[in-house]
T-cell receptor, first 116, second 114 residues
Framework: EDKVVQSPLSLVVHEGDTVTLNCSYE??????LLWYKQEKKAPTFLFML????IEKKSGRLSSILDKKELFSILNITATQTGDSAIYLC????????????????FGKGTHLIIQP | DAGITQSPRHKVTETGTPVTLRCHQT?????MYWYRQDPGHGLRLIHY???????DKGEVSDGYSVSRSKTEDFLLTLESATSSQTSVYFC?????????????FGNGTRLTVT
């Protein structure tokens, strides 16, 4: 059974700080690791990390994947109040049944609060 | 919003009644998923579909059934609702023909079972 553990579960920082969110995982036949941001409604996609793409960056957000140690981190630099959200980490293993796309296994999320 | 519409957006129902939630997509994607989200548990997969009439169970499928008679619609049915099924339900799609594509989520249905 696939498993994802995120830490910390909650984090409060001040605007301008840099934060690092952690995600460790166990998955059979690793396919990908994904990060999502969830504000009030639907989770929105941030990054996908695979064997062929272990580092991703978009503006102030960046993520790396360590396939040997089975973890990923999400970094946010120069945080803003708009970064306040729940950040979700998910993994997917290669599936040989069900059409080849069984879905993602999610962690419980990190609730990030940015104070002005 | 990836062309996903969930209905209803909110529903309150009584224990023991059947409930059907609908997910509609406009872009003919092959893969569709139903997740529930609860405090302390995160998102958990209920059922998924990999084509018309092709579905399979996820992690928390007990008490739920699904149907997909058309590419664009994926229905989730609670056969006899219980209070433990009070949750926010999210539908998701995966883009077809795109290698290693992520899931994109609808805006959710908040279901309360009294």
């Amino acid at each position: 059974e696939d498993k994802v553990v995120q830490s910390p579960l909650s984090l409060v920082v001040h605007e301008g700080d840099t934060v690092t969110l952690n995600c460790s995982y166990e998955v059979t036949n690793f396919r990908s690791l994904l990060w999502y941001k969830q504000e009030k409604k639907a989770p929105t996609f941030l990054f996908m990390l695979t064997s062929s793409g272990i580092e991703k960056k978009s503006g102030r957000l960046s993520s790396i994947l360590d396939k040997k140690e089975l973890f990923s981190i999400l970094n946010i630099t120069a945080t803003q109040t708009g970064d306040s959200a729940i950040y979700l980490c998910a993994v997917e293993g290669i599936s040989y049944s069900g059409g080849g796309a069984d879905g993602l296994t999610f962690g419980k999320g990190t609730h990030l609060i940015i104070q002005p | 919003d990836a062309g996903i519409t969930q209905s209803p957006r909110h529903k309150v129902t009584e224990t023991g009644t059947p409930v059907t939630l609908r997910c509609h997509q406009t872009e003919n994607h092959r893969y569709m998923y139903w997740y529930r989200q609860d405090p302390g548990h995160g998102l958990r997969l209920i059922h998924y579909s990999y084509g018309v009439k092709d579905t399979d169970k996820g992690e928390v499928s007990d008490g739920y059934s699904v149907s997909r008679s058309k590419t664009e619609d994926f229905l989730l049915t609670l056969e006899s609702a219980t209070s433990s099924q009070t949750s926010v339900y999210f539908c998701a799609i995966r883009e077809s023909g795109v290698r290693d594509s992520p899931l994109h989520f609808g805006n959710g249905t908040r279901l309360t079972v009294t």
